[in-house]
């Protein structure tokens, strides 16, 4: 039979020779390839100072856009929620009072907006879905915590610094899912 | 109070810093072994290792330490309790007391005094290590037995039965050095091989050492020789049950008998504090005596990188295999040597 | 009182008092560490009169090797499901009789001995138990008696592994 791959290796079942059988042999060879493996590159990325680097498709945690003027755009449609294969998604709609309209583009908004971390498989269809640009999955890594409770992401968690007050953080939060 | 006076104070005091110098030498040695262990194996492994405490990890050693002190001391209720606190404690004084006689350099003169920097050369120096190392599995069959445990006392099990098979080995390796060397003292044995025209006893004894070698390690309970600690057969082995500093006792123990074992390799078999390619005789005794500890322990580091080079190439001993090397391939060994040494020394007699 | 006199004292009284210990313990893993610790005070006794060889030998032979196989079969048993020894009055009563003959015996050979009389111990003076002296008169004057004991025990490791042997 022809072997699938060239990484086909015929285990050698001859009986050991005197040579073979004292294993010094053997112990030296293995030393000196650990000895090797002292000298090599290290793969180790040294995270909270640096980052690996990735890549511009790379789906992480969401966050809920606003416009220039800092008005939320998400308007309460619930397309994300449905198209949300892992449902992590709920939200409530709210109508906009008339002095809200410096808050909220549309004129219905998300009074609650909840992702589920813990169920959320990071598909990226609720940014696919949303027809107001709301929502995208920025290049973040979701962080570790130690309560389950934790991992359920309100409106404060998600929401985009606003672009007006803290243009800083607009930016930063911007660029990272460019 | 009179036979105090008949004491020579200076002496005393002589000795007693000694043994305070070697003793924290020692801890401090063996707390930077668990540094450089970690390190040694992240290499190994293309990986950094510990790096956040201080300077490339330099406080590692520190922090571990302190974590052990807080730790939460755990004494099972079905234990010996007297026994379970005993075991550590052994492990750790027998680990301790085989630097008594391992001469570190050679005299030093200060205040008008020649001070050796051995805590005592006794006529018997080898068989004194013997009989210490010999002692050293109570501390594990003891810690294994009172913490009742099934995983713990199959450990202790293995360690005794591991230890007394490599113990003989060990000295018939050492006789053959012995007929070789004509004395026990540590001290004449260094001064042997720094002798003009001597080379070191490696050269005489290249299968005694290699016995000699793998039988330390095997008593210092070091991989490919772990049976008694086996993490994934035994869950821990003798110190599932221990906690705390108790543990970091019984840790600890490990790395200064690694220490201790590197220096009487060195000792026996590569010299001691002798300084290849320099006469020591040309220096002045301090100088001289500086060089030679310098050398000593760069010896000893050497002997601790080997014993962690081996420990993350090798895989552990089965069982079946450790008996086997042991009885039936180091004895047998040991013995040919000693009896093609006794030979040749009878012969050019 | 020198610092001699001091020191065999307290080994003296430290060895009695540990063999007692070593008799009354109900544990015997309890009796085996009192054991040992009796064998620290007899190499203390060793080393008193400059016999280092000895001392040693003693601490590596028993203290090292056939202790560490005591303590080995005794944490292997289980110890709580040992038949009651029998307790008989009489058992007992003839034990201590013949225990204190042995004693009687020992104490006043020991004490007529020829060789004993009239003599004290040399601390610190004598050599023979020095590795070198200990070998030369081995190997010379007791040189039959010493190669008859290794045949006793050449005979004894057979029989050992005879009997460890499984049978086919």
């Known amino acids: ?168 953080g607009f930016a930063k939060a911007k660029g990272i899912h460019q | 109070m009179m036979f105090l006076l008949t004491i020579d104070w200076a002496f005393f005091l002589e000795k007693l810093i000694l043994i305070a110098i070697v003793i924290t030498l020692s801890l401090v040695i063996a707390m930077y072994a668990t540094y450089a262990e970690r390190k040694i194996a992240a290499f190994m492994q293309d990986r950094i290792g510990p790096n956040r405490a201080g300077p490339f990890g330099i406080l590692q050693p520190l922090a571990d330490g302190m974590k052990l002190f807080f730790k939460e001391e755990i004494i099972p209720n079905h234990s010996n309790r007297f026994l379970f606190i005993m075991g550590p ?142 993490e994934n057969e035994l869950n821990m082995g003798y110190h599932q049950e221990y906690s705390s500093m108790k543990l970091g006792f019984y840790l600890f123990a490990e790395y200064i008998n690694m220490f201790i074992s590197s220096a009487v390799i060195v000792t026996l078999f590569f010299g001691g504090y002798d300084m290849p390619f320099v006469n020591e005789t040309l220096l002045t005794p301090n100088m001289a005596a500086l060089v030679g500890v310098i050398a000593f322990f760069a010896k000893i580091f050497i002997f601790i990188f080997i014993f962690m080079w081996i420990r993350w190439t090798l895989p552990r001993f089965r069982y079946d295999q450790l008996m086997n090397l042991g009885w039936k391939g180091l004895i047998l060994l040991a013995l040919a040597n000693m009896l093609i040494t006794a030979a040749i020394i009878l012969y050019r007699m | 009182m020198d610092i001699t ?96 003959l042995l004693l009687c015996i020992l104490v006043s050979t020991s004490k007529s001995a020829a060789d004993m009389n009239l003599k004290t111990i040399i601390m610190k003076e004598g050599n023979i138990g020095l590795i070198e002296n200990l070998g030369k008169v081995l190997f010379t004057k007791y040189a039959l008696p010493f190669e008859i004991s290794s045949i006793l025990f050449l005979s004894a490791m057979v029989g050992a592994v005879v009997i460890g042997k499984k049978e086919s």
């Open chain 1, 1 to 168: 039979m022809e072997a699938l791959t060239k990484n086909v290796m015929e285990v050698d079942r001859r009986p050991m020779n005197f040579w073979e059988k004292i294993y010094l042999p053997a112990i030296l060879k293995g030393m000196t390839i650990t000895f090797r493996h002292m000298f090599k590159k290290k793969p180790t990325v040294q995270y909270p100072e640096k980052t690996r680097y990735f890549s511009p498709v790379f789906r992480g945690m969401h966050i809920l856009n606003r416009d220039e003027e800092g008005r939320e755009r998400c308007t309460a449609c619930g397309l994300c929620a449905v198209a949300c294969p892992a449902e992590a998604i709920t939200m409530e709609a709210a109508e906009r009072k008339p002095d809200e309209a410096h808050l909220y583009r549309e004129e219905k908004y998300a009074a609650r907006y909840e992702i589920n971390m813990l169920r959320c498989i990071f598909c990226g269809l609720c940014e696919e879905a949303c027809p107001k640009d709301a929502i995208y999955l920025s290049q973040t890594v979701t962080p570790a915590d130690y309560a389950r409770k934790n991992f359920i992401y309100t409106k404060n968690d998600l929401l985009i610094p606003d672009p007006v007050k803290d243009p800083e």
């Open chain 2, 89 to 230: 404690a052994l492990a750790m004084l027998t680990a301790m007391m085989t630097c008594a006689v391992i001469p570190w350099g050679n005299k030093v003169e200060l205040f008008g005094r020649s001070i050796p920097l051995q805590i005592a050369d006794i006529n018997i120096g080898i068989l004194y290590i013997f009989a210490v190392v010999s002692l050293g599995v109570y501390g594990i069959m003891i810690g294994g037995w009172a913490s009742n445990n099934k995983f713990s006392l199959l450990a202790a099990m293995r360690g005794a039965s591991q230890v007394i098979s490599y113990e003989l080995a060990m000295g018939i390796s050492l006789i053959a050095l012995l007929m070789l060397t004509g004395s026990l003292s540590l001290k004449t044995i260094v001064e042997q091989q720094m002798q003009a025209g001597h080379f070191w006893n490696i050269a005489y004894q290249p299968l005694g050492f290699l016995i000699f070698f793998i039988c330390a390690m095997a008593e210092c309970n070091r991989a490919p020789f772990d049976l008694p600690e086996a």
């Open chain 3, 5 to 100: 006199t001091i020191v065999f004292w307290f080994l003296s009284a430290l060895a009695l008092f540990s063999a007692i210990m070593v008799i009354t313990r109900k544990n015997p893993i309890f009796s085996v560490l009192w054991l040992i610790i009796v064998f620290f005070a007899i190499s203390g006794h060793y080393l008193l009169l400059n016999a280092q060889f000895l001392a040693v030998v003693n601490i590596i032979v028993y203290a090292g090797a056939i202790m560490v196989l005591f303590l080995f079969v005794l944490m292997m048993m289980n110890l709580e499901n040992l038949p009651v020894v029998n307790k008989n009055i009489w058992m007992k009563f003839l034990g201590v009789i013949s225990g204190g």
